[in-house]
T-cell receptor
Framework: QKEVEQDPGPLSVPEGAIVSLNCTYSNSAFQYFMWYRQYSRKGPELLMYTYSSGNKEDGRFTAQVDKSSKYISLFIRDSQPSDSATYLCATLDDYKLSFGAGTTVTVRA | GAGVSQSPSNKVTEKGKDVELRCDPISGHTALYWYRQSLGQGLEFLIYFQGNSAPDKSGLPSDRFSAERTGGSVSTLTIQRTQQEDSAVYLC????????????FGQGTRLTVV
């Protein structure tokens, strides 16, 4: 079993829609949870991270962590064509990032 | 430079040849990490450096893989006797300190073994 599971999609939505992305993880000891965005042929870039359970908002992006169910979510409001990318969830254990498979999102104009 | 720089961007090599991949981390970042991204496996951790030291090499896929870091800066990932299954994007990241939540990735080296 992988440490972080993520549905690879793909996911296609119209511009302005809410994008909802989810991951599950296996190790209850994880405390840091990240979301990365990766454009084609580029390296992943950190969108936001959350410590322990709760919500974190940054502009149109909201990250949620539910440690009781080991569930990580990312919501993108008012999605734009420029949000089209692969989104990767990750957990941090000491020094090692464990990534989900990534979900490819296309926002149609 | 402003970000993590990797070279070459693309590398095509014949099976059995050795390759060297280079990573220039962000200046002042003491921690450096190598990851591999492939279609079947996603992003997998290979090795990390704290300064010039790599305490845990268990993520390296085989003994054909090795890595070093000199001067607390540039790192080189070497793959000897390349195999087709080594074809992947090799990503380097650095952070201000080990385990920092904000690790910055380079654009990767796309390795194709033919």
């Amino acid at each position: 079993q992988k440490e972080v599971e993520q549905d690879p999609g793909p996911l296609s939505v119209p511009e302005g829609a809410i994008v909802s992305l989810n991951c599950t993880y296996s190790n209850s000891a994880f405390q840091y949870f990240m979301w990365y965005r990766q454009y084609s042929r580029k390296g992943p870039e950190l969108l936001m991270y959350t410590y322990s359970s709760g919500n974190k908002e940054d502009g149109r992006f909201t990250a949620q962590v539910d440690k009781s169910s080991k569930y990580i979510s990312l919501f993108i409001r008012d999605s734009q064509p420029s949000d089209s990318a692969t989104y990767l969830c990750a957990t941090l254990d000491d020094y090692k990032l464990s990534f989900g498979a990534g979900t490819t999102v296309t926002v149609r104009a | 430079g402003a970000g993590v720089s990797q070279s070459p961007s693309n590398k095509v090599t014949e099976k059995g040849k050795d390759v060297e991949l280079r990573c220039d981390p962000i200046s002042g970042h003491t921690a450096l990490y190598w990851y591999r991204q492939s279609l079947g496996q996603g992003l997998e951790f290979l090795i990390y450096f704290q300064g010039n030291s790599a305490p845990d090499k268990s993520g390296l896929p085989s003994d054909r893989f090795s890595a070093e870091r000199t001067g607390g800066s540039v790192s080189t990932l070497t793959i000897q006797r390349t195999q087709q299954e080594d074809s992947a994007v090799y990503l380097c990241a650095s952070s201000h300190r080990l385990g920092n939540t904000e690790a910055f990735f380079g654009q990767g080296t796309r390795l194709t073994v033919v």
